[in-house]
């Protein structure tokens, strides 16, 4: 059974920072692409950021520079450093497991909230 379980979200001020983490239980996480992708209200989900099983990321152009993905394989878990946080940055975020044989998982969410 996969799961993948976020953590770290929460109430921030504009400018402010937070990390975010995802720990995967199962035997996926090392072979597995990793992705945060987030959702605001009434808006559909949207790619945030990737790693590869090589290290390789890739970010959404609206945080290039303010957000930074890694991977621990020896946590089995995800992070994302989110800085200088701006309100468009408020949206649940969902962490996610991609592998091309043993499928495409996802977190719960964890709610990210930048407001004064």
């Known amino acids: 059974q996969v799961q993948l379980v976020e953590s770290g979200g929460g109430l921030v001020q504009p400018g402010g920072s937070l990390r975010l983490s995802c720990v995967v239980s199962?035997?996926?996480?090392?072979?597995?692409?990793m992705g945060w992708y987030r959702q605001a209200p009434g808006k559909q989900r949207d790619l945030v950021a990737t790693?590869?099983?090589?290290?390789?990321?890739d970010y959404t152009d609206s945080v290039k520079g303010r957000f930074t993905i890694s991977r621990d394989n020896a946590k089995n878990t995800l992070y994302l450093q989110m800085n200088s946080l701006k309100p468009e940055d408020t949206a649940v975020y969902y962490c996610?497991?991609?592998?091309?044989?043993?499928?495409?998982?996802w977190g719960q969410g964890t709610q990210v909230t930048v407001s004064s």
């Open positions: 996610n497991s991609r592998h091309g044989i043993w499928g495409t998982y």
């Open positions: 199962g035997s996926i996480f090392s072979i597995s692409t």
């Open positions: 790693v590869t099983t090589g290290g390789t990321t």
